[in-house]
């Protein structure tokens, strides 16, 4: 079954791929994150779960840039995850006018404020480095749509988990996605923080 109902532009971008059918992880988890809802996405590695978290995060945002605060947030482990993750939206955003920024803590948080200022769809960065854009008025949520955990083992880890808590008692609403390898319990306890009502999907 090939697939149904996303852009053209990411329909087109994967016929380049030569894409043609979902994997199993991705015909169960993309009709629901589309919905709307709330998921946890928990599946082994090679999966798809990186290509459903760029598919679902640019058919949410139409594929186009607009306004000037992200609508979208990718958390990831590091550094070196956010560099990878932000390489790979751009396969798919060359022919758009979406707008990829990437930031982390090695970069300093004054440059990090300036470049989101000056207008952004998708942020890629880790949950410390979030908090750290928060306390300081560096990004605004106001317009923020979805906000993907990418293999969100590492949130498992206290000061990532702590940041987590911190960064979604600002968010007013928003659609809430993690990805990861096993369900652990102290990630489902997000559950109770800021995924209400999540829906499962596991492989």
């Known amino acids: 079954m090939p697939f149904k109902k996303l852009h053209h532009h990411l329909l087109e971008v994967l016929a380049h791929f030569s894409i043609e059918k ?8 993309i009709p629901i994150i589309k919905s709307g809802a709330n998921v946890f996405c928990i599946a082994p590695k090679d999966s798809g779960k990186t290509t459903t978290l760029i598919l679902t995060t640019l058919n949410k945002l139409k594929c186009e840039a607009s306004g000037n605060a992200p609508r979208a947030v990718v958390l990831v482990e590091n550094k070196e995850k956010a560099l990878e993750l932000h390489d790979k939206f751009l396969e798919y955003t060359k022919q758009t006018s979406v707008r990829v920024y990437v930031g982390y803590k090695e970069l300093h948080i004054d440059i990090q404020k300036s470049e989101i200022f000056e207008g952004i769809d998708i942020l890629v960065t ?31 880890q206290q000061s990532e988990y702590m940041a987590m808590l911190s960064v979604t008692q600002s968010i007013i609403k928003c659609q809430y996605v993690l990805y990861a390898e096993k369900a652990h319990p102290k990630l489902q306890r997000f559950e109770e923080f800021f995924m209400e009502r999540a829906q499962h999907v596991k492989l």
């Not at 979902?22 to 988890?29: A, V």
């Not at 880790?126 to 083992?153: M, Y």
């Open 126 to 156: 880790t949950p410390t480095n979030l908090h750290k854009l928060f306390l300081t008025n560096g990004v605004s949520t106001s317009q923020l749509k979805i906000c993907s955990i990418e293999d969100g083992d590492f949130v498992v």
């Open 22 to 29: 979902p994997t199993p992880f991705q015909k169960d988890s």
